[in-house]
């Protein structure tokens, strides 16, 4: 048996030999210079650690010494393994940390296909990046290349189909997919890139058009990686007006009304009722019509409809038959004529509105205008805001005319011609009010501050952070805060807009301006590309509430603009306009039918109630106010519901079945 002594002498020379290998520096590569430039070397001292290793080999792969940054980005990964966002290197200093991807990147640029492919997975699964997910693309593309030899474009399927396609339903729903084994890179509906995070096998999408009335033709495109494209067409006719009533003469006859007209609709008519009693319809979109309906307290109603659900209801007044002379008179009656056939016309029509809203205040986004024109001879030509209706002349036309309103006040204006060229023209007033916790003003209130440029500086993206704002502002889904009201701010504190990229002074900043959150994020330039990583931040708690990367290989203005757009997508995505009901009240916290799928943890909602509003003369409904009564901060998340926090002067009037909505 070996002696105690050599026994304890043989291990602790064995520990001494693991301490002196383990303090050796793994890799030794000395700085490398190109173009007068030094490359491989970090800011501070280098002391063998992951993050060391990490910032060396972005260094050299900068300088495009590939083969000692990949010696770098492979021992930091060794000594540290995950791809993450704010690696935690040493107290509170943090860093993006993406061995796995850079050394993808190196294999693609230097053309080793099958470990760029390795790498890159790898970091996708351990942190999604749109750099990542670019390159994985360019690694499929290039094998795709080496080994395809007849290409084919994608299959592309549209639901509902071709065309064409009647509906009402606003907005206009088109759904559909595009599937192909080489990779579906890019589709495009009516011009406009559905946005996806890379390409894949089978994309499936929805897209929410707004279209008005009339027909549209909606292009759809997709593309795969090796640029073949598919293209199909739908055609959507757009239908949301009630049908067109022409009654041509009414008249008594015994103890009934006897009518005469015509129903004309492009959906084609579905229905015609008279005084309560369903006519028989015919197939087509101009339905000829003769009935009776008998006497009662009040001149009959004609309620027609169309194949969409559209309606129009008219309820009928006594009507001069329109004679073979009057409608002879009616057809010459112009300047050219006057003299062979007596006297011109000179009776214009009249325009009779129904149930107008006159000066009063609606929560619609669109509104029905109804109502008649008639004239003794014929209405030739009828318009609303200048688009014509009328698609059949008659002495006395009723229609159903859906109108889009603009915030605030609005003219609508109603015009009649007849065949003499005798116009009245009718305007009303209505004010489209958007309820309360609608209102742009309710939402998240979002300051953007100048993201931290790195690496190369071009003059592109120091136009970055206005064209973000730009892209924001277009969803109008945050309620930003002015550029004036920061430079004020920035002025009384006397700062300058570069030192509000340190993460402490920008919420310090975004309380001063009354921001719940702020933007900040970096805008990485390599000679590969630009990558911008945006964060958006609650100032209270100084949590990240969500960050969002983009990435491109290309560097101009246009570029930027595409990753500002891409930037404010993905922010609106994780921060959805999504609204619920209250299932419970509980104390201080409320329970919502919010679930994962809609909301995340510390999101804020807003507690409204709705208040319907009625017409003062018909009783119809105009619309619903939503007031808010109270706050909340969602702090927990289950599958198919949620829990929040009432804060700040909430109500204590809170009941189920209110309503929430996203801040």
């Not at 064995?14 to 190109?34: D, E, K, M, S």
């Not at 007849?150 to 759904?175: H, K």
């Not at 922010?571 to 959805?576: G, I, S, V």
């Amino acid at each position: 048996m070996m002696p105690i002594h050599k026994t304890l002498l043989i291990f602790m020379s064995i520990v001494l030999t693991i301490i002196l290998v383990g303090c050796q520096p793994a890799v030794q590569n000395p700085p490398q210079q190109r173009n007068g430039k030094i490359y491989g070397v970090t800011e501070g001292s280098f002391r063998h650690r992951w993050w060391n290793y990490y910032e060396r080999g972005l260094s050299f792969a900068e300088g495009r010494f590939y083969d000692e940054a990949l010696a770098d980005l492979a021992e930091a990964a060794r000594r540290r393994d995950k791809d993450q966002r704010m690696a935690r290197t040493y107290g509170m200093h943090f860093v993006d940390y993406f061995p796995h991807r850079e050394m993808g990147v190196i294999h693609y640029l230097t053309g080793d296909l099958a470990p760029a492919r390795q790498e890159l997975k790898r970091s996708l699964a351990q942190h999604p990046t749109a750099k990542a997910q670019f390159y994985l693309d360019r690694v499929r593309r290039a094998a795709l290349k080496r080994s395809v030899r007849d290409p084919r474009p994608p299959v592309l399927t549209l639901d509902p189909g071709d065309g064409p396609i009647w509906t009402r339903d606003d907005p206009v729903r088109l759904t559909g997919s595009a599937e192909d084994e080489h990779f579906v890179a890019s589709v495009a509906i009516a011009g406009r890139s559905v946005f996806m995070e890379g390409a894949r096998k089978r994309v499936a999408f929805e897209k929410a058009l707004t279209l008005d009335g009339g027909e549209h033709v909606v292009r759809v495109t997709a593309k795969n990686l090796l640029d073949e494209t598919a293209e199909r067409e739908v055609v959507f006719r757009v239908d949301r007006d009630g049908p067109l009533v022409s009654i041509e003469s009414m008249r008594r006859s015994g103890n009934a009304w006897s009518v005469t007209g015509s129903v004309y609709d492009p959906a084609g008519v579905a229905s015609i009722e008279l005084g309560g009693r369903l006519l028989p319809v015919p197939p087509g979109v101009d339905v000829p019509f003769s009935a009776s309906a008998p006497m009662g307290n009040g001149p009959p109603e004609l309620r027609t409809r169309d194949r969409l659900g559209n309606e129009t209801v008219a309820l009928l007044e006594t009507i001069r038959p329109l004679s073979k002379t009057a409608r002879l008179s009616a057809a010459l009656a112009s300047d050219r004529f006057i003299s062979l056939f007596g006297p011109k016309d000179e009776d214009a029509p009249v325009i009779e509105l129904k149930d107008w809203p006159e000066g009063k205040t609606v929560y619609l986004d669109k509104i029905y205008v109804s109502g008649r024109a008639m004239d003794s001879n014929a209405v030739l030509k009828l318009l609303v805001n200048n688009r014509p209706i009328l698609r059949k002349e008659g002495q006395s036309v009723f229609f159903n005319h859906l109108a889009a309103l603009k915030e605030g006040e609005n003219t609508i204006a109603v015009e009649a011609r007849d065949a003499a060229g005798n116009v009245t023209r009718e305007t009303a007033t209505v004010v489209r009010q958007v309820p309360e916790a609608l209102q742009l003003e309710e939402r998240l209130r979002v300051s953007v501050f100048p993201f931290q440029r790195k690496g190369e500086v071009s003059p592109w993206s120091l136009a970055y952070q206005n064209q973000l704002v730009e892209a924001l502002m277009d969803r109008n889904r945050f309620k930003l805060i002015e550029r004036n009201r920061l430079d004020l701010i920035l002025k009384e504190q006397k700062l300058s807009m570069t030192g509000l990229v340190d993460r402490a002074t920008a919420i310090r900043m975004g309380k001063l301006l009354a921001a719940q959150c702020v933007l900040v994020g970096d805008i990485i330039e390599t000679h590969t590309g630009i990558e911008i990583v945006g964060r958006m931040i609650d100032v209270e708690t100084a949590e990240i509430l969500s960050s969002k990367d983009v990435y491109d290989e290309v560097k101009d203005f246009e570029a930027t603009h595409v990753l500002a757009d891409g930037m404010a997508i993905k922010f609106h995505q994780d921060f959805p306009l999504v609204s619920g009901i209250v299932l419970l009240k509980k104390g201080n916290q409320i329970f919502t039918d919010l679930g994962a799928d809609k909301i995340a943890l510390k999101h804020r909602l807003l507690v409204y109630r709705e208040e319907p509003v009625f017409h003062p003369i018909s009783g119809k409904k105009m619309g619903a106010d939503a007031v808010i009564i109270g706050n909340a901060v969602v702090n927990l998340v289950d599958a198919d519901m949620s829990k929040a926090e009432l804060v700040g002067e909430a109500s204590g009037d809170i009941e189920k079945l209110d309503r929430v909505i996203t801040q």
